[in-house]
């Protein structure tokens, strides 16, 4: 069974504004991680956030931890073309138990 | 490039017919995981070893499933007896201890 539940499930926005993106997940976490997939580079780790920090940024990202309603969101700034891809919320606990993801599409 | 390879790409094959696929990690990762991806999903997680030893296999690892990882480094996925519902992306990922892991390009297979 899948532990996060992102929303939307898709999500197209113009290029320069700003994306967000949701996760919920329905037990406890040490961490939650976020992941980039587009079909030309694989799933790729963006960002990690541990169950004690509730905001961290990484460059046009930032990533926002509330416990107590088990969610997060992913911010993504400036969106450009590149950004184009699904994105998955996963918790980490040796394995990661990923989410659906929310497909992103950036218009020109 | 020293990231985790994946091989092969693609795979075809028919019903029935047994499919290896082959992880290398990322050298000095011990852990190194398998995961499976259908469309529209994400990745499920179906086993992971830590050095050679298999530490945890999910139910979703059927009979027909096999995963080695013999000297601790490279790491091999068999199916046995393939069926259509075996297609899918199949992941590889990597990485040192508990810290982040590093994703292969993936094998995608059509059991046809």
């Known amino acids: 069974s899948q532990q996060g539940e992102e929303d939307p499930q898709a999500l197209s926005i113009q290029e320069g504004e700003n994306a967000t993106m949701n996760c919920s997940y329905k037990?406890?976490?040490?961490?939650l991680q976020w992941y980039r997939q587009n079909s030309g580079r694989g799933l790729v780790h963006l960002i990690l956030?541990?169950?004690?920090?509730r905001e961290k940024h990484s460059g046009r990202l930032r990533v926002t931890l509330d416990t107590s309603k088990k969610s997060s969101s992913l911010l993504i700034t400036a969106s450009r073309a590149a950004d184009t891809a699904s994105y998955f919320c996963?918790?980490?606990?040796?394995?990661?138990?990923f989410g659906k993801g929310t497909r992103l599409h950036i218009l020109p | 490039d020293t990231g985790v390879s994946q091989n092969p790409r693609h795979k075809i094959t028919k019903r029935g017919q047994n499919v290896t696929f082959r992880c290398d990690p990322i050298?000095?990762?011990?852990?190194l995981y398998w995961y499976r991806q259908t469309l529209g999903q994400g990745p499920e997680f179906l086993t992971y070893?830590?050095?050679?030893?298999?530490?945890?296999k999910s139910r979703l690892l059927s009979d027909r499933f096999s995963a080695e990882r013999p000297k601790g480094s490279f790491s091999t996925l068999e199916i046995q007896r393939t069926e259509q519902g075996d297609s899918a992306m199949y992941l590889c990922?990597?990485?040192?201890?508990?810290?982040?892991?590093?994703f292969g390009p993936g094998t995608r297979l059509t059991v046809t």
């Open positions: 037990t406890s976490i040490n961490n």
């Open positions: 050298s000095e990762h011990n852990r």
């Open positions: 990922a990597s990485s040192l201890d508990s810290w982040e892991q590093y």
């Open positions: 070893f830590q050095n050679e030893a298999q530490l945890e």
């Open positions: 956030i541990r169950s004690n920090e």
């Open positions: 996963g918790n980490r606990d040796d394995k990661i138990i």
